[in-house]
């Protein structure tokens, strides 16, 4: 029996060094854990619990991204397929093993697959392990896990060093009975990488994760078979790249020696590796203290890993103390020279005290690489962009990358004076005036696809985060036109589905107001039309003609306004519609938003305006409650679209927007939203929402909170005094006092106020005066109309401007919501999805490896395509003969043959304009002044071209659109490439024809 206990003894013994049985046990294993990439989703994939690497990577949260990407037009195309045994590990609670990547990082590839944007974290690594220093690598050795790199023993299991283990579990076993001391760990590094990268938040709350970790660690290591030599090699190289480092202001979190040593002392990491690999040879007497100093610097990083948030947030002695102990106990062992001991002695650490300066970073060059960034978050549930840029993610977008840097370049130029000139900016109507340096470009190009929009340049030169693009709210000018133009015709095609199929007596007998000229003109057309096709119909409508005079004044948007051309000699014009788009004659189409308006109010006999007319018929009053409850509920639920989910701060902004704010107007509003407030909260509010030096007295402040209380005056009245619907008016007071109130609740409590607010609009008393407020009030309600056909093409707020300045611009518009309309254009009608990502990668050569394509949603058809065609032609008029004459021959194919372009203009002079009595103008203050142009090319590609120039500075400038215009010109060569190329789709979808 004793021979037999000595024997087996022995065999214990000489398996703890040489690892033989265990090498042939868990190479076995890992050998039948593999995994391949198969298409379609994987019935068999494992994703990895919460744990610090596999949160950061992005694994843990595949399921909850791929959930979300799925209902975002994403569709799974490929994915991982784990082997049995591989599934059986996991299974069984330990970690999936495969060769884990040191670093890795968001990456953007553009339409070519060449790089757009590439992160990597770790971002300073030893790429292999001879690269690493010899001290750095014994003294890891010797602080940690001394045997690892024992060469006689080639199956050496790294996950366990028994004379290390048992001492440890006998320190516990003490500690844990007396109480005293803190005890060592038993950790190698092997088993120490899966602890910090897999176990919950780093750590090892049990015996059981100490096995969990340490079989993890054995199996991953005996993937390559049972010879070791070379894996254990790879530890110490990713436990030198990865260890965890706490976390820095102006960094973030911080892993491997490459990054600890920037983040935490500023030190340079290839200096470092390079004077360290002479630390055993004879150093010379000036490179002793540098060399001295990093290596304390970095042993130091070595040691702290253990508690690093402890010893970087102590006291910096403690750490310093730390370190010397360890000099002490390496120099005496011979594991560093005492030359380096000494002289690491006598340095000190000197943490760095304040943040890690950023690396200067050119928004203007990651423009397109941030759109497609922000886009991604959105995608992935509103992730900041710290932790996007960590995920193990490659991202290939539909951007040009060529052609972007190309455009981007080229907008950079031209701030420079010299270069302006060169490229003939500083012509009349340019930038003759003002300092060239100070005018934001920006550029956005759009190339249609079967199905979808791709994004192909997104740039500008704002060096900024700001997307000038997809993040403002400009006054565009004439723009506007274009969508009033296209609601003019969407009205017109409408008015054929209705009276096309109407014989002549049935068109005599229409019942239309006389207000309602559209619909007359319409049914008039119809009469004598010997072709009912829409095509024709609409040409005649664009032939319609409008006065361009400048005398008539209109009562439009709770006032008497006056406007005037750009032009004067169209002053005293008369033209067609289409000649009024070509030539931006404004007083054309603020006639045309007129009669647009009074169509929609006058359209139905059921409709308001018709309610006017007889004043004496005994039915009215039970018609009219009837009407009232019906036509509130209407506007009711649209408002509460507009204002359910909001906070009672977002409400109150958003019922302030596009309103000139007077003491009177915000008197009203303030008092129904908010009619049990203070004085003082009165007081307060009305002076934040007035401009600048027109606070009115303390008095008359008074007065107002008295003669707007909602037991003086009736809710109809302030809604009219403050140019709101007065049902709007009471939502919003409403839901401030109710924010989680459903429809049901809303149209129950409001049922006397939408008896009170139609009510009174039809008393006989004063009737002309009454009927003034009343189309006032009309006039919203058709605006509400004009607002939801706008929607329909992309607008991207919540109301319009309820007056005829609309129709050039009062009620702002985006760049990118522009392009949008184009878009709808030049796809005949249909509204395309816009594509900005192709495909996403992730974890690729991992067991949770994915790559989705986007598969782009429903295309909703929102225009005839006779209008769409319609409209397009009368753009290409603006190009060939009207405002944008410059850019007619810009684009120019090898073969001589000229692009088609078409597009519209427009300039935003925005001011904030104080009046006095008799309108008399007191003040002007300039907010900013901008010039657009959206086009279209070849009805293929599409986009807008904005010059921008923000704050009181655009008072220098008197640019106008056509600025834009001469610019698109001149990007022409630049873009021509691109256009040149073949059609979207004719390779991969989204991908750029080379």
Request: a positive charge.
């Amino acid at each position: 029996m004793l021979i037999l206990l000595v024997v087996m003894g022995l065999l214990v013994v000489q398996e703890m060094r040489t690892s033989h049985f265990q090498a042939r046990f868990f190479a076995g294993l890992a050998s039948k854990a593999s995994y391949t990439l198969g298409a379609g989703p994987s019935p068999s994939i494992r994703f990895p619990q919460e744990a610090p690497y596999d949160e950061r990577l992005g694994y843990a949260e595949l399921p909850v991204f791929l959930d979300k990407l799925q209902t975002r037009e994403f569709r799974i195309v490929q994915q991982a397929r784990i082997s049995e045994g591989m599934a059986k590990i996991v299974d069984a609670g330990y970690f999936a093993p495969y060769a884990e990547k040191v670093q890795s990082g968001l990456s953007i590839l553009d339409c070519h697959n060449n790089s757009l944007f590439q992160e990597r974290y770790p971002k300073r690594v030893y790429e292999r392990f001879d690269d690493i220093a010899p001290i750095l690598v014994q003294s890891l050795l010797f602080i940690e896990n001394r045997q690892l790199l024992d060469p006689r023993y080639p199956k050496r299991n790294p996950a366990v060093e028994w004379d290390r283990l048992a001492n440890a579990v006998l320190t516990n076993a003490r500690s844990a009975i007396t109480g005293e001391g803190r005890a060592p760990g038993g950790s190698t590094l092997a088993t120490q990488i899966e602890k910090y990268r897999h176990s919950s938040e780093g750590r090892t709350p049990s015996v059981r994760e100490k096995l969990r970790q340490m079989v993890s660690a054995a199996l991953r290591a005996y993937q390559q078979g049972e010879d070791t030599s070379a894996v254990r090699r790879q530890i110490v190289l990713s436990y030198m790249n990865t260890m965890p480092l706490s976390a820095k202001a102006g960094f973030g979190e911080v892993h491997g020696l490459g990054d600890g040593l920037w983040a935490w002392y500023g030190g340079d990491f290839s200096k470092a590796n390079r004077l360290l690999k002479t630390a055993d040879a004879d150093a010379q007497e000036s490179d002793i203290g540098e060399q001295a100093l990093l290596y304390k610097q970095l042993l130091s990083l070595l040691i702290s890993q253990r508690r690093p948030s402890y010893y970087f947030d102590a006291d910096e002695a403690e750490l310093e103390q730390l370190t010397d102990s360890h000099l002490r106990l390496l120099g005496s062992a011979g594991v560093i020279p005492p030359a380096l001991r000494d002289a690491a002695l006598k340095a000190k650490l000197h943490r760095r005290a304040d943040r890690v300066p950023a690396a200067p970073v050119s928004f203007v060059t990651q423009k397109a690489a941030n759109t497609v960034r922000t886009h991604l978050a959105g995608l992935l549930g509103g992730r900041r962009l710290y932790d996007l840029d960590r995920l193990d993610l490659a991202v290939a977008s539909t951007l040009d990358a060529p052609v972007q840097t190309a455009v981007t370049d080229l907008l950079r130029e031209l701030r420079k004076p010299a270069n302006a000139k060169a490229a003939g900016l500083n012509g009349k109507q340019l930038l003759e005036r003002g300092d060239p340096a100070k005018v934001v470009y920006s550029f956005t190009l759009y190339e249609r696809g079967v199905g979808t929009n791709y994004l192909r340049v997104q740039t500008d030169n704002f060096d900024q985060p700001l997307n000038i693009n997809e993040g403002t709210k400009l006054d565009l000018g004439s723009t506007a036109k274009l969508r009033t133009l296209v609601t003019y015709l969407d009205l017109m095609a409408n008015l054929h589905r209705r009276l096309s199929v109407l014989d002549k007596e049935q068109l005599r007998a229409l019942e239309v107001d006389r207000k309602d000229v559209l619909t007359r003109w319409a049914a008039d057309y119809f009469l004598t039309a010997q072709d009912k096709g829409l095509s024709p119909m609409l040409d005649a409508a664009l032939a319609r003609r409008y006065s361009a005079s400048t005398g008539e004044g209109f009562f439009t948007g709770g006032g008497l306004h006056h406007f005037d051309n750009f032009k004067r000699e169209d002053d005293g014009k008369v033209m067609s519609v289409r000649d009024g788009l070509r030539n931006s004659v404004n007083l054309v189409f603020i006639r045309l938003m007129r009669d647009i308006v009074h169509h929609y109010m006058f359209l139905t006999p059921g409709s308001s305006a018709r309610l006017l007319q007889d004043a004496s018929d005994p039915r009215r009053a039970a018609y009219l409650a009837r009407f009232a409850d019906r036509e509130g509920q209407v506007f009711m639920r649209r408002f509460l679209v507009k204002y359910q989910g909001k906070t009672a701060q977002e409400a109150q902004e958003m019922l302030l927007q596009n309103r000139r704010p007077t003491a009177s107007r915000l008197a009203a509003i303030f008092r129904t939203i908010a009619p049990d407030a203070s004085l003082e909260q009165f007081t307060a509010f009305v002076k934040d929402n007035l401009p600048d030096g027109l606070d009115p007295a303390e008095p008359r402040l008074a007065k107002l909170y008295a003669q707007y209380a909602p037991e003086k005056m009736s809710l109809a009245d302030r809604g009219y005094l403050a140019g709101v619907h007065p049902l709007e008016l009471w939502l919003v007071g409403y839901l401030r006092n109710h924010p989680g109130a459903s429809q049901t609740q809303v149209m129950q409590a409001s049922s006397t106020e939408r008896q009170a607010v139609y009510a009174w609009l039809f008393s006989t008393h004063r009737k002309q005066a009454q009927d003034q407020r009343i189309l006032g009030l009309l006039e919203g309600e058709g605006f509400l109309e004009i607002h939801r056909q706008w929607a329909r093409m992309g607008y991207p707020f919540d109301s319009l401007v309820p007056s005829y300045a609309t129709a050039l611009g009062a009620s702002a518009d985006r760049p990118a919501a522009l392009a949008e309309l184009m878009g709808i254009l030049v796809n005949a009608g249909e509204h395309k999805p816009a594509t900005r990502i192709r495909s996403l990668h992730f974890a690729a050569a991992t067991p949770y490896e994915t790559l989705l394509q986007h598969q782009p949603g429903q295309v909703e058809r929102v225009l005839a395509p006779e209008v769409a065609q319609a409209a397009l032609a009368v753009t290409r008029l603006v190009v060939d003969e009207g405002t944008a004459r410059r850019v007619k021959q810009a684009f120019v194919r090898p073969d001589g043959r000229t692009l088609a372009v078409g597009g519209k203009t427009g300039t935003g002079d925005q001011r904030f304009d104080t009046y006095g009595a008799g309108g008399r103008l007191i003040k002007s203050r300039v907010v900013n002044r901008s010039a657009t142009f959206v086009f279209n090319i070849d009805e293929r590609f599409f986009g807008t071209l904005i010059a921008y120039v923000p704050g009181a500075q655009a008072a220098a400038y008197d640019f106008t659109s056509s600025l834009p215009v001469h610019l698109l010109k001149v990007l022409a060569p630049t873009l021509m490439p691109l256009i040149n190329a073949g059609t979207a789709d004719a390779a991969a979808p989204g991908a750029c024809v080379n």
